[in-house]
């Protein structure tokens, strides 16, 4: 099933092409991993993904929603996690998922077993009462993963997740955020690092803002 969807989308920065006619389609419980180099336009498909900035040029569908005319609906399905962390580095991974939670709506009982069942599938539950700054770079990352999964959405971005972590951290990130596709998610990540794609179903090669290969990543191994 089609649960995620860019179609003809392009976007300029002035008279700079960022993206050009992109079209991107991907089903449920999938992981897909978005590669291409500095400068190919992830961030670019990633602000537009999550409508930093307006589409004006093709459509975007999540979960069935187009993007630009039901935003919320569309939104609602949608976990992120960009490339700057935004956590409260004083307050602890508790609250910082709660207030997250009440951001979302989400209040009482059914905020306590959704934050708990998060961290619970990034094994982050013995840590919930540490303050965020107490936490090395990794762990910080999938308390970043946990807070986009709190309101279940159906698809999480992850715009180079592992930045700057050692190999150990990055493994287990990509294995944790691997199994959440069991569930159904579809994993949308960009990475500019080859290795990354190890885990991935589908990959898709962005370069200078042109999709260049779109495959299932058992064809590409066939044909390495
Ligand atoms: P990536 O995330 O893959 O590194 P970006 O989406 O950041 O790629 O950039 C795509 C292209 O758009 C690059 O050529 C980049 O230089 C250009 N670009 C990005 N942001 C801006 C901006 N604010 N103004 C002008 N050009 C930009
Ligand atoms: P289907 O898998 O049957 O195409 P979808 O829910 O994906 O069902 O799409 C429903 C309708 O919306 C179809 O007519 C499809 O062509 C159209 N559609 C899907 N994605 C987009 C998109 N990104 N932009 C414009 N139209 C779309």
């Avoid at 569908?61 to 039901?70: F, Q, Y």
């Amino acid at each position: 099933m089609t649960i995620f969807s860019v179609r003809n989308v392009s976007y300029s920065y002035g008279t700079k092409k960022a993206l050009d006619d992109v079209t991107i389609e991907l089903d449920a419980g999938r992981f897909c991993a978005l590669l291409g180099p500095n400068g190919a336009g992830k961030s670019t498909l990633f602000n537009l993904l999550t409508r930093l900035f307006v589409t004006r040029e093709g459509s975007i569908r999540i979960a069935g929603h187009d993007l630009a005319r039901e935003p919320r609906k569309a939104l609602a399905a949608l976990g992120v996690v960009f490339q700057q962390p935004t956590l409260d580095l004083d307050m602890s991974v508790a609250w910082n998922l709660q207030y997250f939670a009440a951001l979302q709506g989400l209040s009482g009982a059914q905020a306590k077993k959704r934050i708990e069942a998060a961290l619970e599938r990034l094994s982050m539950s013995e840590r919930a009462r540490e303050k965020v700054r107490e936490l090395n770079g990794g762990h910080r990352r999938r308390m970043e993963i946990a807070r986009a999964l709190i309101h279940e959405p159906k698809v999480l971005l992850l715009d180079e997740p592992t930045v700057g972590l050692d190999i150990e951290s990055r493994i287990a990130i990509t294995d944790h955020v691997h199994d959440l596709t069991e569930a159904g998610l579809l994993v949308f990540w960009a990475t500019h690092l080859v290795d990354e794609i190890r885990p991935a179903d589908d990959v898709v090669v962005l370069h200078k803002g042109r999709i260049l290969k779109h495959e299932r990543a058992e064809n590409l191994c066939a044909g390495a």
